[in-house]
Every structure is written in structure tokens, then in C-alpha cells.
Nanobody, 126 residues
Framework: QVQLVESGGGSVQAGGSLRLSCAASRDTGDFFFMGWFRQAPGKEREGVATMLTAAGSTYYHDSVKGRFTISQDNAKKSLYLQMNSLKPEDTAMYYC???????????????????WGQGTQVTVSS
């Protein structure tokens, strides 16, 4: 059973930074993709950033390009999301996800992924 555990969420002011971590029960390289999604109250869950773990290729939602960076540390079985220049509209529950199969690229849709974490809350105040 694959487990993904997110951490690093919190409350920050606009313009601040947070680094989310996702600890996996398998090496990140064992997955085709890993990614970060977010869901704000009353909204659909949306893909924020994704990584093709073998190649290190990345892709971002337009709303976070230039501000967020996805990265991995296979030795630590961890995925990260560095979030800079945070805005109030970034407020959401953030989820880590992983995929065993290659279902298309860029992998920013929920049906691409097989495993999900429980989420970590990010709140950005103005």
C-alpha cells in the first residue's frame, strides 16, 4: 500500500513563502509522475505542478509559473513544492499525488494519478 504524507503547510502573509513536503513510502523514481494539486473551498481540485520523475521534466499551472517549483529527492523518497510570492488566491488544501502508469503529459488532471495524500492546508492572508 503506497502512502503519501504531506507537511509544511501553514499561514503566511501575501508575498511570503512556504515549502511543502511529501514523504512517500516508495522511491519517487518508482512512480511515472508525481504532482501537487490544490482545492479551495467550493472549488474543484486543480493540478498545480507535476514532475516526470525519471527525466525530471516539470510542468506548472499558468497561475503558479515563476512562483512555484516542484522538486524531488529520491534518496529521501520525497517530493517538494517551493512556493514563493504567495497570493491570497493560493489559499487551499494542497495534495501530493503519484502515478504508477503513464497516462499522458502534462499530468495535471486527477485521473492521471493512482495515489493521494491527505493534504496540508495553506492559508495566505492579504
Amino acid at each position: 500500500q503506497v502512502q503519501l504524507v504531506e507537511s509544511g503547510g501553514g499561514s503566511v502573509q501575501a508575498g511570503g513563502s512556504l515549502r511543502l513536503s511529501c514523504a512517500a513510502s516508495r522511491d519517487t523514481g518508482d512512480f511515472f509522475f508525481m504532482g501537487w494539486f490544490r482545492q479551495a473551498p467550493g472549488k474543484e481540485r486543480e493540478g498545480v505542478a507535476t514532475m516526470l520523475t525519471a527525466a525530471g521534466s516539470t510542468y506548472y499551472h499558468d497561475s503558479v509559473k515563476g512562483r512555484f517549483t516542484i522538486s524531488q529527492d529520491n534518496a529521501k523518497k520525497s517530493l517538494y513544492l517551493q512556493m514563493n510570492s504567495l497570493k491570497p488566491e493560493d489559499t487551499a488544501m494542497y495534495y501530493c499525488a503519484a502515478a504508477d502508469l503513464h497516462r499522458g503529459w502534462p499530468a495535471l488532471t486527477q485521473d492521471t494519478y493512482d495515489y493521494w495524500g491527505q493534504g496540508t492546508q495553506v492559508t495566505v492572508s492579504s
